[in-house]
C-alpha cells in the first residue's frame, strides 16, 4: 500500500515531528509497506516570523498536483498544518480523496506566546484543518481528552516509540560538571518553557543541548549554565545517558518524544504534570510530576535507571508503526481512494 505523508518539518530541522516521520518510515518499511514523503524539499521558502533560523516552504499548487499524482498513494496522511498540510489538504477536497491527519504540535499555545494571538483564534483554525480527515491521530489518551472538549472529531491513537538502539545507557559522554547534572534537551525557544528549569535552586549542573532563537538571550540571563548546542545521533545518546535526571519543563508539547530518548537511555525524567509526562511518566517508578518542578528533580534523583531502560525496552517503534498502519487500514475502503482519470478526462477515484 503505497503511503505518502506530507510534511512541513522536515531535515535538516532537528525535532520531534522529524524523528518521529524518520522512525515511522523505517518501521514501516521493515513491515513491508512503502511511505513516500511530500517534504519542503525544492520548494521556495521563508523565515519563520519571530523563529529566523527556521524557514517554512511557499508550495505551489501544480507542484504540490505534480508530486501527489507521480506518486499515485493508495492512502495520504498530512502529518502539519503548515504550507504544505493545508495545499495538501486543498488538493484532496478538490478531488474527494479522503486522508488523515495527525495533531502533533500545538501551534495555538506557540503561536499565542510568540505573538499574542489568542489561542481560541488558533484552534479555531486547527479544528476547521482537521475538520476534513478521516481520522486525526494523537499520541496520548489526555490529548484525545482535551481535543474531544475543544470540538475535535475522528480522533484515533498512534503512539510513538524510542530507538533503544541508538538511544541507550552505555558510553555516555564524559562531562566534567558537579553531579548531580540535570539536563534538558531540544530547541531552544520560549514555548519550551526553558526558564521554569533554568531559573530552580538545584545542587550540582544544569545542562542545555540544543540551539534555538531563545539561546543567546538565556546564556546572558543565566551565565551559570552550560549550554552544549545541538547534539545528533549517538553524540546526542550520549549526552543523554550522562546526566543524572532529564527534566522536561514544557508545558505545551503534545507528547515529547525526547521523554522516551531519556528513559531508553537510563535517565530518569522530572515534568510538570500536563499532557505528555502524565502520559508517560504517571506514577510509573520512572521519573517525578509535580507542579514543583524543584520537588520533581529531586524525586527523579531517587529513580532507578534500569527501571527507565526497561519501560523504554517495551515501546518500540515498530509498534507505534503498526499502529499507524492499522488506522489507515481500519478505514472503509471507500475511503481508503487514490486518483485515477475517467474516461472524460477529469479526475476521479476508484477503490
Known sequence: MP????TDAWHPQVN?????????????????????????????????????GLRVALPNRYEIARRIETASPDAIHIATEGPIGWAVRAYCRRHRLA??????????????????????????VMRKFHSASSMVMVATDSLRRELTERGFRRLGYWTRGVNTELFRPDEPAKL????????????????????AF???????????????????????????????GEKKGRDLSSHLAAADVFVFPSLTDTFGVVQLEALACGTPVAAFPVTGPLDVIADRPIGAIDRDLR??????????????????????????????LGNLTALQPSRSLRP???VAGRSAVQG
Open 3 to 6: 503511503i505518502l505523508i506530507a
Open 295 to 324: 520537588a520533581a528533580c529531586l524525586r527523579a534523583l531517587q529513580m532507578s535507571r534500569q527501571n527507565c531502560r526497561n519501560f523504554a525496552l517495551e515501546r518500540s517503534w515498530e509498534n507505534s508503526a503498526r499502529q499507524f
Open 176 to 195: 566534567d560538571f558537579p553531579r548531580p547534572i540535570f539536563m534538558t534537551m531540544g530547541r531552544v525557544a520560549v514555548e519550551k518553557n526553558l526558564e
Open 16 to 52: 520531534g515531528v522529524v524523528r518521529t516521520l524518520t522512525s515511522l518510515a523505517t518501521s514501516a518499511s521493515g513491515l513491508g509497506e512503502e511511505m513516500e514523503f511530500l517534504t519542503p524539499e525544492g520548494f521556495p521558502s521563508m523565515p519563520v516570523p519571530t523563529y529566523p
Open 198 to 228: 533554568l531559573s530552580l535552586d538545584l545542587p550540582g549542573s544544569k545542562v542545555v543541548v540544543g540551539d534555538g532563537p531563545q539561546k543567546a538571550e538565556l546564556q546572558r540571563k543565566f551565565p551559570d549554565i552550560h549550554f552544549l
Open 340 to 342: 485515477v482519470r475517467s
Open 99 to 124: 486522508f488523515t491527519t495527525s495533531y502533533t504540535t500545538r501551534f495555538p499555545e506557540y503561536v499565542s506566546v510568540r505573538t499574542g494571538i489568542p489561542e481560541s483564534f488558533g484552534y479555531a
